[in-house]
């Protein structure tokens, strides 16, 4: 049986996998504000710092994977919660726990991301690089044009920078390189207490409610459960750097024809530079 730790464990998609996982006979040190193993404020610097270290306590020096399942939804005037729950509690507990995930042979870290990556428009480019860039001002300033719903562009770029920092990552010797398998997972429109609490809300409930999802309805904490107990299992052994959109079919339903695409010629050249430099340092470390 493996060890692993949820952000996210007293609700939604973060509870439904540490149940899940704990009927199967797995350790899980669920890190949440409350009715947690590890109760700790991921919003700010000493609440991750205080996290990363008492769940390897807790883990007596190993993990075999993790599931950052920690998030807040697009509130107005909960911007800086927004960005510091769900890209930088994400990043540097990682970054944090990297060098105990490279002590396994094979671990398995799995991302909750969300399909706003792709469905929500016009998120300025700005902003996701500022989140790459840990320019925190420049995150707010960027999406002050947007007025009251410049929550819902934060959230959203956090959201796609979690997911670019993560394939970036996840394919660098000190991540896929160590045996370290680091993926996401893009959920839709879930029922969890975040989304009750948007459907609550007159200001949002229409919108959430006429959000297409082709087969119908909204999903389960369990639907997403289920697939993360795959992608931290070593069925997904060769399963690295990828986004698994599970919402129903509304990423399929907006973006059929973006993806996939053919690369373009103007990229050829960085695809060359990328192959060479792989292959350079793969004969520098044999």
């Known amino acids: 049986m493996s060890t692993y730790a949820i952000t996210g464990s007293a609700s939604g998609m973060g509870l439904a996998t540490a149940n899940l996982l704990r009927e199967q006979g797995h350790t899980v040190i669920g890190i949440d504000l409350r009715d947690a193993d590890v109760v700790a404020d991921l919003s700010t610097p000493e609440g991750r710092a205080f996290a990363a270290e008492e769940t390897l306590r807790l883990a007596g020096g190993t993990l075999d994977g993790a599931v950052l399942a920690a998030g807040l939804g697009p509130v107005h005037g909960r911007e800086r919660l927004i960005a510091e729950v769900n890209y930088f509690g994400v990043v540097d507990l990682l970054t944090a726990w990297q060098p105990t995930f490279a002590k396994n042979d094979a671990t398995h870290v799995v991302i909750v991301s969300s399909?706003?990556?792709?469905?929500?428009?016009?998120?300025?480019?700005?902003?996701?690089?500022?989140?790459?860039?840990?320019?925190?001002?420049r995150i707010y300033s960027s999406v002050r044009v947007f007025g009251k719903n410049g929550a819902?562009?934060?959230y959203a770029g956090s959201k796609i920078a979690v997911t670019r920092w993560m394939r970036r990552t996840a394919v660098t010797a000190d991540w896929a390189g160590q045996g370290?398998?680091?993926?996401?997972?893009?959920?839709?429109?879930?029922?969890?207490?975040l989304l009750q609490q948007q459907l609550d809300d007159p200001e949002l409930a229409g919108a959430i409610e006429s959000f297409p999802v082709p087969i119908g309805g909204f999903g389960d904490p369990q639907d997403i459960a289920k697939v993360i107990e795959f992608m931290l299992s070593p069925a997904a052994r060769f399963m690295v750097g990828a986004t698994v959109f599970?919402?129903?079919?509304?990423?399929?339903?907006?973006?059929?024809?973006?993806?996939?695409?053919?690369?373009p010629l103007r990229k050829i050249s960085?695809?060359?530079?990328?192959?060479?430099?792989?292959?350079?340092?793969?004969?520098?470390?044999?």
């Open 246 to 263: 599970v919402d129903g079919g509304t990423d399929a339903l907006y973006r059929s024809d973006d993806w996939p695409v053919a690369v």
């Open 180 to 193: 370290i398998r680091m993926n996401a997972i893009a959920p839709g429109a879930i029922l969890t207490p």
């Open 270 to 286: 960085r695809y060359l530079k990328v192959t060479k430099a792989f292959n350079a340092a793969k004969a520098a470390a044999e």
């Open 152 to 154: 819902a562009m934060v």
């Open 115 to 137: 399909n706003s990556t792709t469905t929500v428009p016009a998120v300025p480019k700005a902003t996701v690089k500022a989140f790459l860039r840990a320019n925190r001002p």
